[in-house]
C-alpha cells in the first residue's frame, strides 16, 4: 500500500509544485496593473511572493510565518486586492502544512478559503478555486478519504473541465486521473479502466511532459493495484490494457509511467512462470525506447536488459545473457557519472553488469 501512496501522491503533486505557487507576475496579473493597485497592496504582493519564494526553496517555518503574516493582517480587509492576497496567502498557509504531512490541519485551511472565495471579485477566480480544490483534494488522497476524494475530484472536473484556459484544463484532467486513482485503490478495475478511457477521450491534446507523464500515471495504477495485491493474472492483461491506451492517447511527451509500466508487465509475467512472454514483453520495451536519453527511461531499459540476462542465463544461454550485460553497459555510457549516482535503483544494475563482464573477460565464470 505505500508503493500505492507513493504512486498516487506522484499523481496529484504537480500543483503544489507548480499550479499552485504565485510567482510575482501571476499576483501582478490578478490585481492588474500596479499603478492601479493601492500602494498597500503592491507591499502585500511583494510581500507574498518572498514568502511564496521561501516556499520554493523549502524555508518551511520562514514561509509559513510570512503566510500567517500575510493571512492575519488582511483577514478582514476591505479592498478587493487585500482579499485575493490574503486568500493566497492561506492557500500558502495550506501548502506548508501538506509539506509537513500536517493533512488535516491543510484540509481545515482549505475548507476556509473555499469558504471565502466566491466572495472575490477578480478575474481569476476559477483559477484560485482550482488550485484550492486541487490541494485539497491532495490531503483527501494522502488521508484515504477515497470517497470525500472522488467528490472533490467530480467537482472540479464539472467546475474547469468545459473551460478552454489551459491551465485550467490541466487541472481538470488532474483530477480525472485521481478518479481513475481512487477506483483502482477502491478495488473496481473495470470502472476504473472505463473512466481512463474517458480521461483520454475527454483530454487528448494536453502537453506538457509533466502533467502527462501523471496522467499516464493513472493508467498504469490500475494494474499495478492488482499487481501488489497478487493478482498477477489480471495484472499481466490490465498492464498490457494501460499499454494501449497509454499509446492511443497520443501524450509523446510524457514517457517514464509507460517505461516502468512495460517493465512491471515483465515482472509481472515472470512472477506467473511464462519466461517467454517476459522475454517478449522487456524485449518490447527495449524496442519502444530504442533512442531514451531521460535517465529514468535508461534505467528501466537497463532493468529490462538485466532481467532478459538472468531469464538467458537460467537456460544456460550464456552468451545471450553477456550480450544483455553488455546492453546493460551500453545504456550506462549515454549518461554521465552524476546522473547515474543520483539514480540510487540504477547504480547496482551498472555496477553489477560491469563485474560480471570483467569476471568473464577474465576467464572466469
Known amino acids: 500500500m505505500k508503493r500505492l501512496m507513493a504512486m498516487v501522491g506522484a499523481l496529484l503533486w504537480l500543483p503544489v509544485a ?25 507591499a502585500a504582493m511583494k510581500s507574498l511572493d518572498d514568502a511564496e519564494t521561501l516556499f520554493r526553496e523549502n524555508k518551511l517555518p520562514r514561509a509559513a510565518a510570512a503566510f500567517d503574516q500575510l493571512a492575519a493582517r488582511y483577514a478582514t480587509a476591505t479592498d478587493v486586492d487585500l482579499q485575493r492576497i490574503c486568500v493566497l496567502a492561506m492557500i500558502g498557509q495550506g501548502k506548508v502544512a501538506q509539506q509537513s504531512a500536517k493533512h488535516e490541519d491543510a484540509l481545515r485551511l482549505f475548507d476556509e478559503v473555499l469558504g471565502r472565495v466566491p ?20 490531503s483527501l488522497m494522502e488521508l484515504k478519504r477515497f470517497a470525500l476524494a472522488s467528490e472533490q475530484s467530480q467537482t ?9 484556459d489551459p491551465m485550467l484544463r490541466e487541472l481538470a484532467a488532474l483530477a480525472m486521473s485521481a478518479q481513475v486513482a481512487v477506483l483502482a485503490m477502491n ?33 498504469f495504477l490500475i494494474p499495478a ?6 493478482k498477477y493474472e489480471q495484472a499481466a492483461t490490465a ?73 538467458f542465463a537460467k537456460r544456460g544461454l550464456s552468451e ?13 555510457r549515454s549518461l554521465d557519472i552524476a546522473t547515474i549516482s543520483e539514480q540510487p535503483n540504477f547504480r547496482p544494475l551498472f555496477r553489477n ?8 573477460s577474465n576467464g572466469r565464470r
Open 225 to 230: 493495484v492488482l499487481d501488489e495485491a497478487g
Open 18 to 42: 507548480a499550479y499552485a505557487q504565485t510567482p510575482r507576475e501571476e499576483v501582478s496579473a490578478g490585481l492588474g496593473p500596479e499603478d492601479h493597485a493601492s500602494p498597500e497592496a503592491q
Open 239 to 311: 498492464y498490457a490494457h494501460a499499454a494501449e491506451r497509454a499509446e492511443k492517447a497520443g501524450w509523446s511527451e510524457g514517457g517514464e509511467a509507460l517505461a516502468r509500466g512495460l517493465t512491471a508487465r515483465g515482472r509481472v509475467l515472470e512472477r506467473l512462470g511464462r519466461d517467454d512472454e517476459a522475454m517478449a514483453a522487456y524485449q518490447a520495451a527495449i524496442n519502444r525506447f530504442p533512442t531514451a536519453k531521460e535517465p529514468w527511461i535508461v534505467g528501466q531499459m537497463a532493468l529490462c536488459h538485466n532481467r532478459r540476462a538472468g531469464l
Open 320 to 332: 545471450d545473457a553477456i550480450a544483455e550485460l553488455k546492453g546493460v553497459l551500453a545504456l550506462g
Open 156 to 164: 472540479i472536473v464539472d467546475l474547469l473541465g468545459k473551460n478552454q
Open 187 to 219: 478495488g473496481d478495475t473495470l470502472a476504473a479502466e472505463a473512466k481512463a478511457d474517458a480521461l483520454i477521450a475527454k483530454f487528448p491534446a494536453v502537453s506538457g511532459q509533466d502533467l502527462q507523464e501523471r496522467l499516464q500515471g493513472a493508467i
Open 353 to 360: 553488469a560491469a563485474f560480471i563482464l570483467f569476471l568473464r
Open 119 to 138: 466572495a472575490l471579485q477578480t478575474g481569476d477566480l476559477e483559477l484560485i478555486l482550482g488550485q484550492a480544490m486541487m490541494l485539497r483534494l491532495g
